[in-house]
């Protein structure tokens, strides 16, 4: 089984200022990682997604995260973050083969991006 | 737009009711699943649906039930409803020709139970 931990629930930034969210996983088995945003009243949008390859995978909206197996971690970061950022952000897991492949997502980083 | 569809996104309704959520997958998604979303518990898996037959099961109450049909459009039921039942119900789908890894999720819909 997979798990996600995201070490921080509330993370509040200025604008322009740079941002990390960090995520730890654990899991038996190679796994697919994912970062997630949902802006309020909405759905949940990918913001990017390591399958395998480059450890350093780049997202839409100028996110980017690292994926790094010894340290079981995927933290998602932006070198300056605008006011539209602030949303709840989603690490998730799932196996890389067979199962179900379901997503187990973490519990959320709130992200408020202050003028 | 992710090209998942769920319908109602709002419903209020009282303890002991039954509801029905509907969820209509991405064209040419195979794989249905169904998410929980509480401020307590975070995003819950409930259930996975592949091509109408179901796949996977999660932390779903036996008060729960869902279904896939043949036109791949989903269905999840609540029934004997309680407070605590109050959440946005997510549905996600996957698993077309060219599976990307990734879920692709309705914009969820928000039950109220008073």
């Known amino acids: 089984a997979q798990s996600v931990t995201q070490l921080d629930s509330q993370v509040p930034v200025f604008e322009e200022a740079p941002v990390e969210l960090r995520c730890n996983y654990s899991?038996?088995?190679?796994?697919?990682l994912f970062w997630y945003v949902q802006y309020p009243n909405q759905g949940l949008q990918l913001l990017l997604k390591?399958?395998?390859?480059?450890?350093l995978v780049k997202g839409i909206n100028g996110f980017e995260a690292e994926f790094n197996k010894s340290q079981t971690s995927f933290h998602l970061r932006k070198p300056s973050v605008h006011i539209s950022d602030t949303a709840e952000y989603f690490c998730a897991v799932s196996p890389a083969q067979g199962g179900s492949e379901k997503l187990v997502f973490g519990k959320g980083t709130k992200l408020t991006v202050n003028p | 737009d992710s090209g998942v569809t769920q319908t109602p996104k709002h419903l209020i309704t009282a303890t002991g009711q039954r509801v029905t959520l509907r969820c209509s997958p991405r064209s040419g998604d195979l794989s249905v699943y169904w998410y929980q979303q509480s401020l307590d518990q975070g995003l819950q898996f409930l259930i996975q649906y592949y091509n109408g037959e179901e796949r996977a099961k999660g932390n779903i109450l036996e008060r729960f039930s869902a279904q896939q049909f043949p036109d791949l459009h989903s269905e999840l039921n609540l029934s004997s409803l309680e407070l605590g039942d109050s959440a946005l119900y997510f549905c996600?789908?996957?698993?077309?020709?060219?599976?990307?890894?990734?879920?692709?999720f309705g914009e969820g819909s928000r039950l109220t139970v008073l």
């Open positions: 996600a789908s996957r698993g077309g020709r060219t599976n990307t890894g990734e879920l692709f």
């Open positions: 390591y399958l395998s390859g480059s450890t």
């Open positions: 899991s038996s088995v190679s796994v697919y």
